[in-house]
């Protein structure tokens, strides 16, 4: 693995910076921190609880603790997502507005950071080409030891199932990325799934939706479609037929994969649609 001496030097004048790593409770972020887990042994695992995470992630966070043999820090906020929705006048957070990931993620990071010189390890595979939301204070210098490495998505799944975690519970039933149950960022069928899942899930987000318009104009989590909406059998019937007619077209033009992806689960999945999501919410 590269080391960052010289990076270290350049930008925090000599001084030992602190060795952080934030954990969102999806694949990347968790193998990384195995992967780093005897190369720099003096890291700080984070993990950023907005109490709005899918059960499954508190399990996966749990048995995670378990592997790297020490203790991962919650930095709960203090103020909940609640708090923050009376804050910004009942607006729910969007990709446009992202008060959620500023709030309940790169603050509550920044303030367990401090001040001092920190190095911040962020889970980008090699093979992926994209951009998200970390903290740009001048304290803080990121970098991507998969992506200087070379590791790619097989890779990464392989570190999974060679430490005995595996994959995120989440993904058995479809849903492609952590973070909050009621991510806007999540796709159409994977709110189906939710609905199947976690019908209370489901129906909370409904009810922070429907209230929305209390605020001012209508809101959807999942673009032009209320849930209530998308939770009509007929509807649910075509999001899982257009579902399986785009997959299906993704396999006819994909090429040859590996053993350790067809047994990581990824048949089916491919994590494209991810690039715009938030990095500390979704890695």
């Known amino acids: 693995m590269k080391l960052y001496d010289s990076d270290i030097a350049s930008t925090f004048g000599g001084k030992t910076p602190r060795h952080i790593l934030s954990l969102s409770g ?31 992630t508190y399990d996966y966070i749990a048995r995670l ?16 997502f609640d708090h923050w929705l009376a804050v910004y006048r009942g607006m729910l957070p969007s990709n446009h507005r992202r008060w959620c990931t500023k709030m309940l993620k790169l603050k509550p990071f920044e303030a367990y950071v401090g001040d001092g010189p920190v190095i911040n390890y962020v889970g980008l ?23 200087d490495d070379g590791l790619v998505r097989a890779d990464i799944i392989q570190i999974l199932e060679d430490s005995g975690l595996g994959l995120p519970p989440y993904m058995d039933w479809g849903r492609s990325r952590s973070g909050c149950y009621f991510c806007f960022y999540q796709q159409k069928i994977e709110w189906v799934r939710l609905l199947e899942t976690h019908p209370e899930l489901f129906s909370l987000a409904m009810e922070y939706e429907e209230k929305s318009v209390q605020f001012g104009d209508q809101f959807y989590w999942s673009q032009s479609e209320s849930l209530r909406e998308l939770a009509l059998p007929e509807r649910v019937g075509k999001i899982k037929s257009d579902w399986e007619v785009s997959q299906a077209r993704k396999r006819s033009k994909r090429k040859n994969r590996s053993l350790v992806e067809t047994l990581g689960g990824l048949e089916a999945e491919d994590d494209s649609h991810l690039r715009d999501g938030c990095l500390v919410c979704s890695i």
Do not use: C, W
Request: no cysteine; net charge negative.
């Open 65 to 80: 603790e378990a592997i790297l043999g020490k203790p991962i820090v919650r930095t709960t906020p203090v103020d909940s």
């Open 125 to 147: 595979r090699a093979d992926e080409n994209r951009t998200g939301y970390i903290s740009t204070k001048s304290n803080i210098l990121a970098v991507y030891p998969f992506q």
């Open 26 to 56: 999806g694949k990347d972020s968790a193998a990384l921190a195995i992967y780093l887990r005897d190369r720099v042994p003096e890291i700080e695992y984070i993990f950023h609880d907005t109490d709005k995470e899918l059960p499954e």
